[in-house]
């Protein structure tokens, strides 16, 4: 009898452990996304996306189409699959919107879409990830997704976003310098006497 009270007893007692676990985790895994959102839009709104519109701006239609090679894609096509990426990755498979990315098209295209429309996508591709982002909640984060056939959470999924347009932004700015020989004056390190909302990353 004595044996069974005990069990009983540190049963209620790890369950009570458990709970005031969970309430202290649970703070601290809405303050750590919170902290990777407001990163994670910060990158895509403010770094990414204006960087890449100004190299469109550098160049002209044939040039945003141009292909050093056929193994390589032009910066028409990469802004496409920036554009397909975010949708399938984040609008869809953490939004819920339905996914009708067709991957393929994204590099089979010559174009030249217009530089407009191609920028016009992209921003409005970035306002639909980001809007997805801001109502995300911590719990969705940690959930697993099935995307792309890949099993991730949802963290997994946002920083593959985030790594995937950071990958490609370098290859277009590359491209742009490229093309017009001339530094384009995207990074900027704090100086030692600069103010604190300069050095910095989170916005």
Known sequence: MLGAFDSMARKRLKTKAKTSRARKRGPAEARLAAICVRQWRSRLQERFLPRIIECLGHLSEEEIWWRPNEASNSIGNLVLHLCGNMRQWIISGLGGAVDIRERDK?????????RGELREELQQTVRQACA???????????????????????????????????????????????????????????????????RRLLV
């Open 106 to 114: 994204e590099f089979s295209e010559r174009g030249p879409i217009a």
């Open 132 to 198: 997805v982002l801001e109502r995300i909640k911590a719990g969705d984060l940690a959930r697993r997704y099935r995307i792309q056939e890949f099993d991730v959470t949802g963290y997994e999924a946002a920083a593959q976003v985030i790594e995937h347009v950071a990958y490609h932004a370098g290859q277009i700015i590359y491209v742009t310098k490229l093309k017009r020989a001339r530094d384009l004056g995207f990074t900027r390190l704090p100086s030692a006497s600069s103010e604190a909302s300069e």
